[in-house]
């Protein structure tokens, strides 16, 4: 409930950016290898973040938060059309699927390098231990945060995605 006001809240705030949203942990365990489907939402403006919630099936499946990354440095030029962009990632801290954060800093450092796409990390009631995965995401991340956003409530999540969203630019031509 707490991603879905927040995200809700954060992009009604920026209305004129357009967004896309992979879903992650997986319901039927861990992926194949290989590039993943694309993000599940269309990135246009005006989406409707609450049906897309009530389409999503809800998981109690593995994190592969290395997956995920990767298809999304596997397919940037269709997701980001070679203009840049930002990836948010929200995670509780966990990373399954033999994710290692080395290769998790290595295709958010590609990500960013080469595609121009910057990674802000928001750990969703993160505090219960270490975690090396979001530490390497944000460390590449090229976010400007000096750490990750540890967020525990609705109220959290929303000022972490929208400081996330600060300055997004416009992909929509006003009228």
Known sequence: ???RAG?????GAHPHALYGFMPFPMAFGCPDAGAGDLPRFPAEASADIDAWFDAVPKSSGKAALQHILQTALD??????GGNGGRIVLISSGSADCDSDPDAIATVVAA???????????IG??????LYPALDAAHAQGGSGWDEWKETSYEFDVTKALEAALE????????P
Do not use: K, Q
């Open 124 to 129: 969703h009631r993160a505090s219960a231990g």
């Open 167 to 174: 300055d997004v630019p416009s992909c929509t031509s006003n």
């Open 75 to 80: 397919r940037a030029h269709e997701i980001f």
């Open 7 to 11: 995200i809700a809240t954060a992009t």
């Open 1 to 3: 409930a707490a991603y």
């Open 111 to 121: 990500l960013r390098l080469d595609h121009g796409v910057r990674t802000f990390v």
